[in-house]
């Protein structure tokens, strides 16, 4: 069974940051990419950041550009999300999910997210 549990949601003040840590089970997702996205309330689900299993390849929203950093530990099956200089519009729930379209519709797994709050 795939699972993708995410953590270290929070409370920060703005101008803090956090690290969000995504741990992938089940299967290989060799084939897919791993996205972080966000939704804040009353707000669709936007997709913050990419990376690929295989070769690294990033990709950021425009919000996340310059503060936000993904990355990937292959051994351990965790993709991160580094989160500086945080905003109170970055307020949401983050979700990890595995896919091989950078859409909503094109996730196959989804974590159940974990919530950052930030303080102005």
């Known amino acids: 069974q795939v699972h993708l549990v995410e953590s270290g949601g929070g409370l920060v003040q703005a101008g803090g940051s956090l690290r969000l840590s995504c741990a992938a089970s089940g299967r290989t997702f060799s084939s897919y990419a791993m996205v972080w996205f966000r939704q804040a309330p009353g707000r669709e689900r936007d997709l913050v950041a990419a990376?690929?299993?295989?070769?690294?390849?990033?990709y950021y929203a425009d919000s996340a550009k310059g503060r936000f950093t993904i990355s990937r530990d292959n051994a351990k099956n965790t993709v991160y999300l580094q989160m500086n200089s945080l905003k109170p519009e970055d307020t949401a729930v983050y979700y990890c999910a595995a896919g091989q379209e950078l859409v909503p519709e094109g996730m196959a797994y989804w974590g159940k997210g974990t919530l950052v709050t930030v303080s102005p």
């Open positions: 990376i690929t299993w295989s070769t690294g390849s990033t």
